[in-house]
């Protein structure tokens, strides 16, 4: 931790690059924000993988909202954890600068959670002499949501493609109850299309506001130009597998940058990096940024 700590000192151009164990902690305690892979892979019996692509959302629509139906009201009941808010803290230039002075910081982002976001909100409302840090321009573009949002919602009209925020809970009547009341071996519910969430301005069949699988990631060129200026990547809860968010570590290296891996347990090429914390993001991560 010290050796760490001097890195951090010594950095100018910092990224963070977080997945989907960063928030793992965040909602119910013995529950959590369910992964895509492990214990969280499986949505009823159907792998959660499948689900997030354009040919499941064309070929079911109704199994693929309520999916995202599902992951909707996990992510509302949830909280940021002491990860998400030592990320957002550190993204504040008066509070950063003290254990890397003169520093620059993005985080970038794979969850579609939202609970980054709204660890900047939280700090900006417990800490009224950040606010106005905090909600400047320069600190809300910090954050890079590079696989969407999942309180977005996107009109699926090709003359349209209308995007809204949407927090409303159920996102529509016919959704309501669907996120708990079956189970595998229950026939699956169907809901008629007509009745799934609408675009607000063109009421043509909506879609979920997120990146699909096989489809392209958000700020793909403002993260390479980051990349390739990073002095220290760290990387917290992520499997390292979904490129090209894997592939920012290694380039960061290769540029003579330094690495540190936050993960609960090992994973592949934490073996190459200069510092590696297992245990939970939450409780490593606010001290390793000296914000415990």
């Given at each position: 931790?010290?050796?760490?700590?001097?890195?951090?000192?010594?950095?100018?151009?910092?990224?963070?690059?977080?997945?989907a164990?960063?928030?793992?902690?965040?909602g119910?305690?013995?529950?959590g924000?369910?992964?895509?892979?492990?214990?969280?892979?499986?949505?009823?019996?159907y792998?959660?993988?499948?689900?997030?692509t354009?040919?499941?959302?064309?070929a079911?629509?109704?199994?693929?909202?309520q999916?995202?139906h599902?992951?909707r009201?996990?992510?509302l009941?949830?909280?940021?954890?002491?990860?998400?808010?030592?990320l957002?803290?550190?993204?504040?230039?008066?509070?950063?600068?003290?254990m890397?002075p003169?520093?620059?910081?993005?985080?970038?982002?794979?969850?579609?959670?939202?609970?980054?976001?709204?660890?900047?909100?939280?700090?900006?409302?417990?800490?009224?002499?950040?606010?106005?840090?905090v909600?400047?321009?320069?600190?809300?573009?910090?954050?890079l949501?590079m696989?969407?949002?999942?309180?977005?919602?996107?009109?699926?009209s090709?003359?349209?493609?209308?995007?809204?925020?949407?927090?409303?809970?159920?996102?529509?009547p016919?959704?309501?109850?669907?996120?708990?009341?079956?189970?595998?071996?229950?026939?699956?519910?169907?809901?008629?299309e007509?009745?799934?969430?609408?675009?607000?301005?063109?009421?043509?069949?909506?879609?979920?506001?997120?990146?699909?699988f096989?489809?392209?990631?958000?700020?793909l060129d403002?993260?390479d130009?980051?990349?390739?200026q990073?002095?220290?990547c760290?990387?917290?809860?992520?499997s390292?597998?979904?490129?090209p968010?894997?592939?920012?570590?290694?380039?960061?290296?290769?540029?003579?940058?330094k690495?540190?891996?936050?993960?609960?347990?090992?994973?592949?090429?934490?073996?190459?990096?200069?510092?590696?914390f297992?245990?939970?993001?939450e409780?490593t991560?606010?001290?390793?940024?000296?914000?415990?």
């Amino acid at each position: 931790m010290p050796s760490f700590t001097a890195t951090l000192k010594a950095s100018k151009h910092i990224i963070a690059v977080a997945g989907a164990g960063l928030s793992a902690a965040s909602g119910e305690m013995t529950i959590g924000i369910p992964t895509f892979r492990g214990a969280g892979g499986l949505w009823r019996k159907y792998d959660a993988m499948g689900l997030a692509t354009p040919q499941a959302f064309q070929a079911n629509p109704s199994r693929v909202w309520q999916f995202y139906h599902y992951r909707r009201e996990k992510a509302l009941a949830a909280q940021p954890n002491p990860g998400h808010l030592a990320l957002a803290m550190f993204s504040v230039p008066s509070l950063r600068h003290r254990m890397a002075p003169n520093s620059e910081f993005t985080l970038i982002t794979q969850n579609v959670d939202g609970l980054s976001r709204r660890a900047l909100e939280q700090i900006a409302a417990t800490h009224p002499e950040l606010a106005g840090e905090v909600n400047s321009p320069a600190v809300q573009d910090s954050l890079l949501e590079m696989h969407g949002r999942l309180f977005d919602v996107v009109c699926t009209s090709e003359a349209c493609r209308y995007r809204e925020h949407n927090t409303n809970s159920p996102i529509c009547p016919a959704l309501a109850g669907t996120e708990n009341v079956f189970t595998k071996d229950e026939p699956e519910p169907h809901i008629d299309e007509a009745d799934l969430p609408r675009c607000s301005k063109c009421g043509s069949l909506a879609r979920p506001g997120v990146v699909w699988f096989e489809e392209m990631p958000w700020y793909l060129d403002r993260i390479d130009d980051l990349v390739d200026q990073a002095d220290l990547c760290i990387v917290v809860g992520t499997s390292s597998t979904v490129y090209p968010a894997a592939g920012y570590a290694y380039a960061v290296r290769e540029n003579g940058g330094k690495t540190a891996v936050f993960n609960l347990n090992r994973s592949e090429g934490d073996q190459d990096a200069d510092f590696l914390f297992l245990g939970p993001a939450e409780t490593t991560l606010p001290k390793a940024l000296g914000l415990q």
